[in-house]
């Protein structure tokens, strides 16, 4: 098993930028694809960003080109930095290994003026 913790969230004005960061435990940490998603109030999560143990990396159409998801294997953490933000990336953010089906506890996001 792995345990994530996600950090990084907070309330940032239209136009601004955040960094989130994901810790993981575990010495395997480095072999796991990881994932961010999203998920405002109701039972959808949306996939927005996934790096690959390598890391390949895709991303949602929705923050193409104002997100990027990268890895520090040392530090076993996954960042998602966010750019250009809008009121729409509102919601919790959470990252996922998909090795174990694992999900951090989330951080809130919130865009507005």
């Known amino acids: 098993q792995v345990q994530l913790v996600e950090s990084g969230g907070g309330l940032v004005q239209p136009g601004g930028s955040l960094r989130l960061s994901c810790v993981g435990s575990?010495?395997?940490?480095?072999?796991?694809?990881m994932d961010w998603y999203r998920q405002v109030p109701g039972p959808q999560r949306e996939l927005v960003a996934s790096?690959?143990?390598?890391?390949?990396?895709n991303y949602a159409d929705s923050v193409k080109g104002r997100f990027t998801i990268s890895r520090d294997n040392e530090k076993k953490t996954v960042y998602l930095q966010m750019n250009s933000l809008k009121p729409e990336d509102t919601a919790v953010y959470y990252c996922?290994?998909?090795?174990?089906?694992?999900w951090g506890q989330g951080t809130q996001v919130t865009v507005s003026s």
């Open positions: 996922y290994c998909r090795r174990w089906g694992s």
């Open positions: 575990g010495s395997a940490f480095r072999i796991y694809d």
């Open positions: 790096i690959s143990s390598g890391g390949s990396t």
